[in-house]
């Protein structure tokens, strides 16, 4: 995909939350930076990972949208939908350190629905940081 690092970041912003409140937005958003920040990669790294962000899984009901968005971006055509382009505000937002982290330095999440399951063997290693819409945060 030969996107910025924005447009990535927007895309997987709008993949994983666009039915979130902005801040549950953010903190999305700031897990990815924590990550890029912490594990020395580039956003399209972290968003790009296989089986790190759901929405860009093959069988992920997302990834149509966040293809054609994706193309329109590439050509730079207008994308006339307002969770998208919120989440274009947010990724900039991020990436140029003008938004600060409201998850204490989470660098994973999950639904709050699966956290409260006990279910996902991975979460139970480790510390919540933050409930913020429908996302338990965690590092």
Not at 65 to 92: C, H, R, S, T, Y
């Amino acid at each position: 995909m030969d996107l910025t690092a924005t447009e990535v970041l927007a895309l997987t912003i709008y993949g994983e939350s666009r039915g979130e409140p902005i801040q549950g937005q953010i903190a999305v958003a700031c897990v990815i930076r924590n990550r890029v920040a912490r594990r020395n990669k580039t956003y399209e790294e972290i968003c790009l990972a296989p089986k790190q962000f759901s929405c860009w899984n093959e069988d992920d009901p997302n990834l149509p949208v966040l293809k054609e968005f994706g193309d329109k971006m590439k050509l730079g055509e207008p994308i006339d939908n307002i969770f998208i382009n919120q989440a274009i505000w947010v990724a900039k937002g991020i990436i140029q350190d003008h938004i600060l982290d409201n998850t204490r330095g989470a660098d994973h999440y999950l639904t709050n629905a699966l956290y409260s399951s006990g279910n996902v063997q991975w979460a139970k290693k480790l510390t919540m940081t933050r409930l913020i819409g429908n996302h338990t945060f965690l590092t």
